[in-house]
């Protein structure tokens, strides 16, 4: 038990030795040195670093006052953006609010349902949210660095149109803030022209490192949750990440960790949770190792579980499939509510022993249970101990696999703050939409198709 997030990897002891540790370290503290002096690979991507101490306390108060107009004058509060630009604001909203925020009563969430989009080119989910909308007054956070992403582009079209219809045009347009360039861009071109409430995605950061931006911060505001909070919790751990001696440093040790596990041929990393709150965490995180490990031929593979739920599916791979496995398992200390079991009269199901057990007690049996026999099926598991599903926790945690993941790239050998992998899919995907340009190319891939 800890009073912050704490990273430990005594349960791998079996296949991390004391030497092995001892020999990563000079590597670990050199790629945090990297790191803070900004003189690696990708050092222009570097932002993130000191973000939690040195963000933009005017922006920081709009965002907040932005919420609260949202707050009061929508039922429905749409966010719009895909990869970087979405995922860390659904993570940190089901976190801190809950797998039924949107389905509780508006005097319950005292704010709007809040609902991502811009993150498929599914009509059919387009549709779907359209019609939930309905009539209902509504505003959209259109979230886009370059402002020309297709998938984002696409919904924002449509969301625009229908707020346009609703409201007309100037009223439409104080229903719509942007989240985009400083400066360049066709968002901020359009944003500058309309009007529209603009926050920036800093030239500094990615993607992948830009939920405590305004990029995060907007929708996670929104549902009422402590922004304060959320970033005093990350400013905890960047002191501990930057300033503490490799042993007590959770964000080092774990790059290590990993590290030496990956060299011992454990290419796969599986992010455990055993609370569905959890679930999109572990979708933030796929992309933040996936894309800034992921290139030059190397990278550990990023996965997810939802456990128990994936012990019913996957756990028969986990524990006897290809050896090349290491967990990762993201344990809450202290559920946010818990439930006393309680005896039958007829004890058909055999439960009546646990009466007066809790039901965190059994999941926390459970996943002890799993990771000895996970590690016992030569799966080393490590573990992510986190106090409360709340702002200070969360923002500790955002913050502690960011920096784990800065200092990873730089023990691999990769610039973790790029990502040239991602085009390819768009130049074949323009070729065939036929974007002018793109003809030679949409006849190439015509034939292969
Ligand atoms: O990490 C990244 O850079 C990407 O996931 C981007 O965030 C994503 O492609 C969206 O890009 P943009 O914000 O320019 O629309």
Same mark, same amino acid.
């Given at each position: 038990?800890?009073? #912050?997030?704490? @990273? ?23 790629? #945090? ?11 222009? @991507? ?24 949202? #707050?009061?004058? !929508? ?15 659904? +993570? ?64 924002? #079209? ?12 100037? /009223? ?31 030239? *500094? ?20 949750? *402590?922004?304060?909070?959320?970033? =005093?919790?990350? +400013? ?19 790059? +290590? ?9 454990? =290419? ?7 609370? %569905? ?14 894309? !800034? ?19 019913? !599916? ?72 986190? %106090? +409360? ?12 696999? /960011? ?39 949409? *006849? ?6």
């Amino acid at each position: 038990m800890g009073d #912050r997030v704490r @990273f430990d990897y005594t349960t791998a002891s079996a296949f991390i030795s004391a030497d092995e540790m001892a020999g990563i370290k000079g590597q670990a503290l050199a790629a #945090r040195q990297t790191l803070i002096e900004g003189t690696g690979l990708g050092h222009d @991507f570097l932002g993130w670093v000191n973000l939690p101490v040195a963000y933009d306390k005017e922006e920081f108060a709009r965002i907040k006052k932005a919420a609260e107009k949202i #707050r009061r004058d !929508s039922e429905v509060f749409i966010a719009i953006g895909i990869g970087g630009s979405y995922l860390g604001a659904q +993570a940190a909203n089901v976190f801190l609010k809950g797998v039924f925020y949107n389905n509780q009563s508006a005097d319950v969430r005292k704010g709007p349902e809040v609902y991502f989009c811009g993150n498929s080119i599914s009509s059919t989910y387009l549709q779907e949210l359209l019609d939930l909308v309905g009539d209902r007054d509504f505003s959209i956070n259109v979230i886009s660095k370059s402002g020309t992403t297709t998938e984002p582009a696409i919904a924002f #079209r449509v969301f625009k149109e229908k707020l346009i219809q609703k409201y007309g045009r100037e /009223e439409a347009a104080k229903r719509i803030y942007a989240t985009t360039d400083r400066a360049r861009g066709a968002l901020k071109t359009l944003a500058d022209a309309e009007g529209y409430e603009e926050f920036v995605v800093p030239d *500094d950061v990615g993607g992948r490192f830009s939920v405590l931006t305004a990029v995060g911060l907007l929708p996670i505001a929104v549902t009422g949750a *402590d922004i304060d909070k959320l970033m =005093e919790g990350a +400013a905890q751990m960047r002191e501990v990440a930057v300033n503490a001696d490799f042993e007590e440093n959770d964000a080092l040790l774990y790059a +290590a960790a990993r590290n030496i596990l990956l060299r011992k041929g454990k =290419e796969v990393e599986i992010l455990g949770n055993y609370e %569905p709150r959890l679930h999109y965490i572990g979708e933030w995180w796929k992309q933040l190792q996936g894309e !800034s490990e992921g290139k030059d031929k190397k990278g550990i593979f990023p996965a997810a579980v939802d456990l128990t739920t994936d012990l019913h !599916s996957m756990g028969q791979y986990i524990q006897d499939g290809r050896r090349f496995l290491m967990e990762t398992i993201m344990n809450i200390e202290t559920p946010k509510q818990d439930i006393v079991m309680k005896k039958e009269e007829s004890d058909l199901d055999g439960l009546n022993y646990l009466e007066g057990r809790t039901m965190d007690f059994a999941n926390k049996c459970a996943m002890n249970g799993t990771l000895l026999a996970h590690t016992d099926g030569d799966v080393p598991n490590l573990r992510i101990n986190i %106090p +409360a599903l709340d702002e200070i926790s969360l923002g500790q945690l955002f913050y502690l696999f /960011e920096f784990e993941c800065g200092v990873s790239g730089y023990i691999l050998g990769v610039n973790p703050f790029n990502q040239p992998g991602v085009e390819s899919y768009k130049k074949n995907m323009f070729a065939l939409l036929g974007k002018p340009g793109y003809e030679a190319e949409h *006849d190439e891939l015509m034939k292969r198709l």
